[in-house]
C-alpha cells in the first residue's frame, strides 16, 4: 500500500537558517515525488517534481530511493517561505496525487 | 497564466440535501480531478476523469458521488445526498501530461462545504 509520512506537523526555523522538511514514502514500484506548498489565502502549487531535478524559491529535493526518502531543502530560509507544505506521490500508472499530512513551516523574523 | 476556478467559495448545505460543486478546469488540459481536505486531514483523492470518462476512483468515491462534464469547460462534482462528513474542503485540479511531460496538477482554490 502507498503511504507519504511527513513526520513534523510544524516546524519553526529562523529567518536565515537552514530548513529540511522530511519526507518518507512507501511504495511497491517507482513513482514520481513531488512537493506542493499552499501559502496563506492562497492555492495549493507545485513546487517541486523528482523528475525535473530542479531549483524552485532556492528549495531542492532529491530523491533518495534507498531510504524512500524526498527530502525537501532550502540552505537559507526566508520569511516568505511560510506557508503549508505536503509531499505526494503518483504511481507510474496513475494519474492521482497521494498527499502526506503536510508540515506547516513558519520562519521566525 | 491561466487558473482553475471554482465556484461557489463555501457552500453550506442541509444533510440528505444534493450538492453540485462547479469547476472550470485549464481550458487546454485533458486530465480533470477532485481532492476533498476534511478539516485539519489531510488531501484525498476522490476521482479522476479523462476522455468523458472516470479513469479512476478512491474507496471514498461512492455511489453518492458523481462527476460530469456537462459541456466544454465545466467540470462538476455532485454528491447526491449529503452526510455531516462530507464538510470538507474540495478542490478540482487539472493536467495534461502530453505538455507537462509530468503529472503537474493545477489546483483550484477549493469550495468549502459545510453539511449541517
Known amino acids: 500500500a502507498q503511504r507519504v509520512t511527513q513526520p513534523e506537523k510544524l516546524l519553526s526555523v529562523f529567518k536565515g537558517a537552514p530548513v529540511e522538511l522530511k519526507c518518507n514514502y512507501s511504495?511497491?514500484?517507482?513513482?514520481?515525488l513531488f512537493w506542493y506548498v499552499q501559502y496563506s489565502r492562497q492555492r495549493l502549487q507545485l513546487l517541486l517534481r523528482?523528475?525535473s531535478r530542479e531549483s524552485i524559491k532556492g528549495f531542492t529535493a532529491d530523491l533518495n530511493k534507498g531510504e524512500t526518502s524526498f527530502h525537501l531543502k532550502k540552505p537559507f530560509a526566508q520569511e516568505e517561505d511560510s506557508a503549508m507544505y505536503y509531499c505526494?506521490?503518483?504511481?507510474?500508472?496513475?494519474?492521482?496525487?497521494?498527499f502526506g499530512t503536510g508540515t506547516r513551516l513558519t520562519v521566525i523574523p | 497564466e491561466p487558473e482553475v476556478t471554482q465556484t461557489p467559495s463555501h457552500q453550506v448545505t442541509q444533510m440528505g440535501q444534493e450538492v453540485i460543486l462547479r469547476c472550470v478546469p485549464i481550458?487546454?488540459?485533458?486530465?480533470f480531478y477532485w481532492y476533498r481536505q476534511i478539516l485539519g486531514q489531510k488531501v484525498e483523492f476522490l476521482v479522476s476523469?479523462?476522455?468523458?470518462?472516470?479513469?479512476?476512483k478512491s474507496e471514498i468515491f461512492d455511489d453518492q458521488f458523481s462527476v460530469e462534464r456537462p459541456d466544454g469547460s465545466n467540470f462538476t462534482l455532485k454528491i447526491r445526498s449529503t452526510k455531516l462528513e462530507d464538510s470538507a474542503m474540495y478542490f478540482c485540479?487539472?493536467?495534461?501530461?502530453?505538455?507537462?511531460?509530468?503529472?503537474?496538477?493545477?489546483f483550484g482554490p477549493g469550495t468549502r462545504l459545510t453539511v449541517t
Open positions: 485540479a487539472s493536467s495534461d501530461h502530453r505538455t507537462s511531460g509530468s503529472k503537474k496538477q493545477y
Open positions: 511504495y511497491s514500484g517507482s513513482p514520481e
Open positions: 523528482h523528475i
Open positions: 505526494a506521490l503518483s504511481g507510474p500508472g496513475a494519474n492521482n496525487l497521494f
Open positions: 481550458s487546454n488540459h485533458l486530465y
Open positions: 476523469f479523462y476522455n468523458n470518462e472516470i479513469s479512476e
